[in-house]
């Protein structure tokens, strides 16, 4: 469970584990919310992300969205800075 960011209260976390699937996504935890966030459509997939969150997280997920992908694709995984 790799933190890639953190920010306002969210942690952004990918997951390399066998059952993991296409398409890439990151899964952001809001407290006691989750969403699951498509990095390509950057649109949640899953989840019960409160709006406001859901916003700040699909803005750093479409600021981010190339460096996500690489990091999907090649399984290395490194922080990203925080949304500003």
């Known amino acids: 469970m790799p933190v890639i960011s953190r920010f306002y209260g969210m942690i ?7 059952g993991e699937h ?4 990151i899964h952001v935890v809001y407290g006691e919310y ?10 949640m997939l899953k989840g019960d992300l409160p709006p406001k969150a859901l916003k700040i997280a699909l803005e750093w997920t479409t ?3 190339k460096e996500l992908l690489q990091m999907w694709e090649s399984q290395e995984i490194y922080e ?3 949304i500003e």
């Open 22 to 25: 296409n398409p890439p996504h």
């Open 63 to 65: 600021i981010h969205s």
């Open 80 to 82: 990203l800075p925080p």
């Open 34 to 43: 989750i969403g699951i966030i498509d990095v390509r459509s950057c649109k």
């Open 12 to 18: 952004v976390k990918m997951y390399f584990l066998p």
